[in-house]
């Protein structure tokens, strides 16, 4: 004699699941359709096709969205498309610009994420990383990720993209480096003082100088508390660095 037939209820906690899974995936699926669209919308209003009124000056131009080697598109493409999903100008220039370099700059990366394989958001980090390489640069970092691309985190692209920059435009990393040299500085507005005797301090430093600062700063603002100090934690890093200035005054600079 055959067993009676058990009749299985549906866990309705599992359901919710099952229901966010699929709404998950059908959301990134939009995703990519969205995705894909911009970038076909950008490569359908080339800024060879501007008519003459569009050139003027003062009216439309051509939009330099992705990196070098991609083609320039009407800057009036733009606004419109954001308009149409729900974006400022400015949102949607950057979601424009990063489907355009994937699309034409980053063709293997491109392809898994037309195939559902890799994640819009993920490969807009991939983009956003790559805008400013060489067309050589990008081609090798394309090459290195994509069949990463549905795993790799910021980290392992922006190591992936230094160790691509190193390799194929070491002068421009170095020129780049220079550049970046140049920003640090150490400013004391001392024209503008107020009414108190007080003026802004700003600068630029390396991470490692910045740090060590802070922890020097952090260690006598705790001292001076210590001492008998009740000023707030903010005040007494600001004379923090009055007293560390005066203990150093004497400070000895190796030469290398």
Same mark, same amino acid.
């Given at each position: 004699?055959?067993?009676?037939?058990?009749?299985?209820?549906?866990?309705?906690?599992?359901?919710?699941?099952? #229901?966010?899974?699929? !709404?998950? +995936?059908?959301?990134?699926? $939009?995703?990519?359709?969205? *995705?894909?669209?911009?970038? #076909?919308?950008?490569?359908?209003?080339?800024?060879?096709?501007? %008519?003459?009124?569009?050139? $003027?000056?003062?009216?439309?131009?051509?939009?330099?969205?992705?990196? @070098?080697?991609?083609?320039?598109?009407?800057?009036? !493409?733009?606004?419109?498309?954001?308009?149409?999903?729900?974006?400022?100008?400015?949102?949607?220039?950057? &979601?424009?610009? %990063?489907?355009?370099?994937?699309?034409?700059?980053?063709?293997? !990366?491109?392809?898994?994420?037309?195939?559902?394989?890799?994640?819009?958001?993920?490969?807009?980090?991939?983009?956003?990383?790559?805008?400013?390489? =060489?067309?050589?640069?990008? @081609?090798?970092?394309?090459? +290195? $990720?994509? =069949?990463?691309?549905?795993?790799?985190?910021?980290?392992?692209? %922006?190591?992936?993209?230094?160790?691509?920059?190193?390799?194929? @435009?070491?002068?421009?990393?170095?020129?780049?480096?220079?550049? /970046? #040299?140049?920003?640090?500085?150490?400013?004391?507005? /001392?024209?503008?003082? %107020? &009414? *108190?005797?007080?003026?802004?301090?700003?600068?630029?430093?390396?991470?490692?100088?910045?740090?060590?600062?802070?922890?020097?700063?952090?260690?006598?603002?705790?001292?001076?508390?210590?001492?008998?100090?009740?000023?707030?934690?903010?005040?007494?890093?600001?004379?923090? $660095?009055?007293?560390?200035?005066?203990?150093? =005054?004497?400070?000895?600079?190796? /030469?290398?």
């Amino acid at each position: 004699m055959n067993p009676p037939l058990q009749h299985t209820t549906p866990d309705p906690v599992r359901a919710l699941l099952d #229901e966010a899974r699929d !709404c998950r +995936r059908a959301a990134e699926d $939009l995703d990519r359709r969205v *995705f894909i669209a911009a970038a #076909e919308w950008a490569l359908a209003h080339p800024a060879a096709d501007m %008519d003459d009124a569009a050139c $003027l000056p003062g009216t439309e131009n051509e939009l330099a969205l992705a990196g @070098d080697g991609a083609p320039l598109v009407a800057e009036f !493409c733009v606004p419109e498309f954001a308009a149409a999903i729900g974006l400022s100008t400015d949102a949607g220039h950057l &979601y424009m610009a %990063d489907a355009l370099e994937l699309r034409a700059r980053l063709p293997r !990366c491109w392809k898994r994420v037309a195939a559902g394989e890799v994640t819009v958001w993920r490969a807009r980090k991939i983009a956003q990383a790559t805008r400013l390489l =060489s067309p050589a640069a990008a @081609d090798l970092v394309d090459q +290195r $990720l994509a =069949s990463f691309a549905h795993a790799i985190g910021g980290r392992g692209i %922006d190591q992936t993209v230094k160790a691509v920059e190193a390799q194929v @435009d070491p002068e421009l990393v170095a020129e780049r480096k220079r550049e /970046s #040299e140049d920003k640090r500085h150490f400013t004391v507005e /001392s024209r503008f003082v %107020d &009414y *108190f005797g007080q003026v802004d301090v700003h600068g630029t430093l390396d991470l490692v100088d910045a740090l060590d600062l802070d922890d020097a700063i952090t260690a006598i603002a705790a001292q001076l508390k210590d001492c008998g100090s009740t000023e707030s934690l903010d005040a007494r890093r600001a004379q923090a $660095l009055g007293e560390l200035a005066r203990r150093e =005054s004497a400070l000895p600079i190796r /030469s290398e």
